[in-house]
């Protein structure tokens, strides 16, 4: 197999733009296209003010900066970047189906499908195809088919690559990642991606398996890792009715090196575009094998996770004597995590929806996401009008704004910011008496306390 020159990726979000970037960072002869059906996204990623790029990522501004322009390009034609690739990666969404078979559940594959039609209607050379979203197992099966069914007679090699990044850490991730897995049946089209990796990425860290470990190891390492959040969260509220003080448990337990200390900090519920995701189409393909018991198992991790946030929103009704109607909760944060714009499953939307359910007014502040994409995530969820909600929930560009004349505060992102700020000034515009409920155990209690507020944390 001839070495790649051209690679193609469809799909410029959260993957596929970091992936593709770091990619050309480090392999400046492969001329690396990205291209997306959304226009405004592939302004964003030309725009020449590199704060203006669509995915918010520390360092990704460097790297997008010393690479684009060379051999990296964003691009909306995207029939002309099948055709001139070797190599094309798809990297489009994968969300839980919304209508008919395995709604709520299975994993919506016709993004993929159309990609792989396009492919192979344009295709008039040779392409290796890599599985960059999260699929089911066994999609490449699917993917094959449509590929050679559909296509020109030339020949496709699919690649299972799914990508391990964490939002907030996308780059030092993609800079040295824990490992990269490569699933597929070809020697030669698994060694050519691997010479993409090995550009940085220490050979021994380069795993290669069958397609469909592949597929399924993706699904498990997210399922695995979401497990854990809510096993502490799981104790968090076990801790709170004990003494326990759940930071102490997961210090003690992750000293273990059997458990290990990481994803054990309990929160107000995981969040983001793919634990839930991806745990539920686990669910849905173990029940489609009637594996009821291991679809059981992994569904008690979402249940765990919605319990969580909703008892964080109780916990702040109950607190409040037991109504928030027409009272100010100034909520610290609305991304899913710390150093993201990205609010896809925020634990801050639901706990949002619970307290405007009972009239509270929410004012919302978040250091990186806009005003229109809080409207438009409770919007989608259709529980009330969309005038409603603007009646309801206010969005603010400063803090101190946000808990000014507020009953309480709602910390529901860690952001580092919120450390910092000037509690004792807060205190002073603050109704009395003066509540904060940290979802993220991120402040101070004692500084707190001391400063006259009510602080509630997870698991204390
Ligand atoms: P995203 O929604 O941010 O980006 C997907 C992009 O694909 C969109 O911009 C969309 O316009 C584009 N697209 C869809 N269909 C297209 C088509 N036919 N032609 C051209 N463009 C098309 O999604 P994401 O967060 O980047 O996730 C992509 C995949 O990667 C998902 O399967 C996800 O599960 C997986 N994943 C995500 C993360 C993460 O941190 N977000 C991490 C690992 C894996
Ligand atoms: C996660 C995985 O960590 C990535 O490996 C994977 O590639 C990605 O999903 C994906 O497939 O999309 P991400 O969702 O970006 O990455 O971020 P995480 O750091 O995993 O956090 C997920 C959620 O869990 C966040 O809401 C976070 O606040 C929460 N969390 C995480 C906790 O509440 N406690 C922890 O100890 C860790």
Redesign the pocket.
């Known amino acids: 197999m001839k070495s790649i020159k051209k690679i193609t990726c ?7 733009g970091p992936t593709m970037s770091v990619i050309a960072q480090k392999n400046p002869n492969v001329e690396v296209t990205v ?4 226009t405004a ?1 592939i302004a964003g990623w030309n725009d020449e003010n590199l704060d203006n790029l669509p995915v918010y990522e520390p360092g990704l501004d460097g790297v997008v900066g010393e690479a684009r322009g060379r051999n990296l390009f964003f691009s909306t034609d ?1 029939d002309k970047a099948i055709d001139e690739a070797d190599m094309i990666f798809i ?4 969300p839980t189906k919304t209508y008919g078979k395995g709604k709520g559940q299975a994993a919506d594959l016709k ?1 993929i499908e ?2 792989a039609r ?1 492919i192979a209607a344009v295709a008039k050379s040779d392409k290796i195809v890599v599985e ?3 699929l089911p197992v066994r999609t490449a099966e699917a993917l094959k088919s449509i590929l050679d069914n559909t296509g020109n007679g030339v020949n496709f090699h699919i690649l299972s690559n ?6 907030g850490t996308a780059v030092t991730d993609l800079h040295n990642p824990d490992r990269v897995l490569i699933g597929g049946e070809n020697a030669e089209a698994i060694e050519a991606l691997v010479q993409v990796y090995e550009a940085w990425v220490p050979r021994e860290r380069i795993l290669t398996t069958n397609l469909w470990s592949s597929e399924l190891s993706k699904l498990v390492a997210n399922a695995f890792l979401a497990q854990r959040v809510s096993s502490i969260n799981a104790i968090s509220e076990l801790c709170e009715v004990t003494g326990a003080n759940v930071d102490e448990v997961s210090r003690a337990i992750g000293h273990d090196s059997r458990i290990g200390a990481k994803f054990l900090k309990a929160s107000v519920g995981f969040g ?3 634990f839930q ?2 745990i539920l189409n686990l669910v849905y393909i173990a029940r489609s094998y009637n594996l009821t018991a291991v679809a059981d198992y992994w569904e008690q991790v979402i249940i765990l996770n919605d319990h969580q946030k909703v008892r964080f929103a109780e916990n702040i009704i109950k607190t409040l004597y037991n109504t928030v109607n027409g009272k100010n909760i100034a909520f610290l944060g609305w991304a899913f995590k710390k150093d993201t714009n990205d609010t896809r499953e925020s634990a801050a939307i639901y706990v949002a929806d619970h307290l405007l359910d009972e009239e509270a007014n929410v004012i919302v502040y978040d250091p990186k996401v806009p005003a229109e994409q809080i409207y438009k995530d409770l919007d989608y969820l259709g529980t009330r009008s969309p005038e409603e909600n603007r009646r309801l929930v206010r969005v603010v560009n400063d803090p101190y704004e946000a808990l000014s004349g507020a009953h309480a505060a709602a910390v529901l992102t860690e952001w580092d910011e919120f450390k910092d700020y000037d509690w004792a000034k807060i205190k002073e515009t603050m109704k009395r008496p003066s509540f904060v409920f940290d979802g993220r155990k991120l402040l101070g209690r004692t500084e707190l306390e001391e400063l006259g507020f009510i602080y509630y944390a997870i698991g204390e």
């Not at 291209?35 to 959304?38: F, H, I, P, S």
């Not at 990297?91 to 994968?94: A, M, P």
């Not at 799914?162 to 939002?167: C, K, M, R, T, V």
């Open positions: 469809i799909g410029a979000g959260y993957v596929g291209v997306d059906v959304n996204r995207v990297s489009v969404n994968t993004y159309l990609c396009q960059k979203s999260t799914p990508e391990f990044l964490a939002e983001g575009s793919c995701k991806d």
